[in-house]
């Protein structure tokens, strides 16, 4: 599985955008992008996936370059409630492996 | 609403003393697994189960065991917990059938929780 590396914490206001990078150089062709974000004493929680370009739903959007090397999470508008770890996770279902694999994550905390 | 439940969520007890923490799914999902979750260390998995009675090692399964007799159900036994297994463990599960709105992506679905200490 290709190994991502993020920043350890951010900080950010209510009513910013947040952008949180990912890097992930040694992406395989199979492989998806995904993040999930934690609540504290809560389990991880899905909240976008990505091949190439651009997605977006309602809660992110993701945003991954051409050569698939990077990919920036982005909060529009954060408030209060947003303050969690988010994890970048890459790796595909090709094969039947279902195995994710989390680094540390990025502590996001956004004050008034 | 789709859950992966856990229980208990909480629990103190002393070494040597077996304990099982149980995890149910409503999901229909062939994918379960384990994780324990460590300050620095983040989450590590522990086993997993691609399928009834089909049960494997993670990346930590020492003083760990699993059964999956029931698609729904994977609970985690600790034979004889020492306190190196104090620890904040999750349940997950996954579906490994295709099509999916994830496409290749992994959409796992983890529990609440269960904070275990031992003392």
């Known amino acids: 599985l290709a190994k991502t590396t993020q920043p350890i914490s951010m900080d950010s206001y209510e009513g910013q955008e947040v952008n949180i990078t990912c890097s992930h150089n040694?992406?395989?062709?199979?492989?998806?992008i995904t993040w999930y974000q934690q609540f504290p004493s809560q389990g991880p929680r899905f909240i976008i996936q990505?091949?190439?370009t651009k997605v977006t739903n309602e809660v992110a959007s993701l945003f991954i370059p051409a050569d698939r090397k990077s990919s920036t999470l982005s909060l529009p508008r954060v408030s209060l409630s947003d303050t969690a770890v988010y994890y970048c996770?890459?790796?595909?279902?090709?094969?039947?492996?279902?195995?994710?694999?989390f680094g540390t994550g990025t502590q996001l905390k956004v004050e008034l | 609403e789709a859950q992966v439940t856990q229980n208990p969520r909480y629990l103190i007890t002393v070494t040597g003393k077996k304990l099982t923490v149980t995890c149910s799914q409503n999901?229909?999902?062939?994918?379960m697994s384990w994780y324990r979750q460590d300050p620095g260390l983040g989450l590590r998995q522990i086993y997993y189960?691609?399928?009834?009675?089909?049960?494997d090692k993670g990346d930590v399964p020492e003083g760990y065991k699993v059964s999956r007799k029931e698609k729904r159900n994977f609970p985690l036994i600790l034979e004889s917990p020492s306190p190196n297994q104090t620890s904040l463990y999750f349940c997950?599960?996954?579906?490994?059938?295709?099509?999916?709105?994830?496409?290749?992506?992994?959409?796992?679905?983890f529990g609440q929780g269960t904070r275990l200490t031992v003392v």
């Open positions: 997950a599960s996954s579906s490994l059938s295709y099509p999916l709105r994830t496409g290749g992506a992994i959409e796992a679905f």
């Open positions: 040694n992406i395989a062709t199979n492989d998806y």
């Open positions: 990505g091949y190439k």
């Open positions: 996770l890459v790796g595909s279902r090709a094969g039947g492996g279902n195995k994710l694999t």
């Open positions: 999901m229909n999902h062939e994918y």
């Open positions: 189960s691609m399928n009834v009675e089909v049960t």
